[in-house]
């Protein structure tokens, strides 16, 4: 089982960048693919952004390619979301998740562990 802390969100206007962060705790951090997905208000949670285990493939909902960047240190057991010239669009609760299949694909129900999210809200 794997514990996960997302830190980094808030708040940031348009144009602006951010850096989301998701620690996990184990040591088996290597073993899970991982994701993030996020939740804007009214809405259903939807993917962002994921890696495999190595880090070697990436992959991104055509929303924010070519603006986020999502990256892995399996030494330090983290994931991160680099999120450039955000939108008001991108306000939403960001949720780290790892699934212990490794890259499964986007689907919600395939992914094993989450964490409690963290708020990021872009404005205008």
């Known amino acids: 089982q794997v514990q996960l802390v997302e830190s980094g969100g808030g708040l940031v206007q348009a144009g602006g960048s951010l850096r989301l962060s998701c620690a996990a705790s184990?040591?088996?951090?290597?073993?899970?693919?991982m994701a993030w997905f996020r939740q804007a208000p009214g809405k259903g949670r939807e993917f962002v952004a994921g890696i495999n285990r190595s880090g070697g493939s990436t992959y991104y909902a055509d929303s924010v390619k070519g603006r986020f960047t999502i990256s892995r240190d399996n030494a330090k057991s983290t994931v991160s979301l680099q999120m450039n010239s955000l939108k008001p669009d991108d306000t939403a609760v960001y949720y780290c998740?790892?699934?212990?299949?490794?890259?499964?694909?986007?689907?919600?129900?395939?992914?094993?562990?989450w964490g409690q999210g963290t708020q990021v809200t872009v404005s205008s």
């Open positions: 184990g040591r088996t951090f290597g073993q899970y693919a």
């Open positions: 998740a790892a699934d212990r299949a490794g890259w499964s694909g986007r689907t919600i129900t395939l992914w094993d562990y």
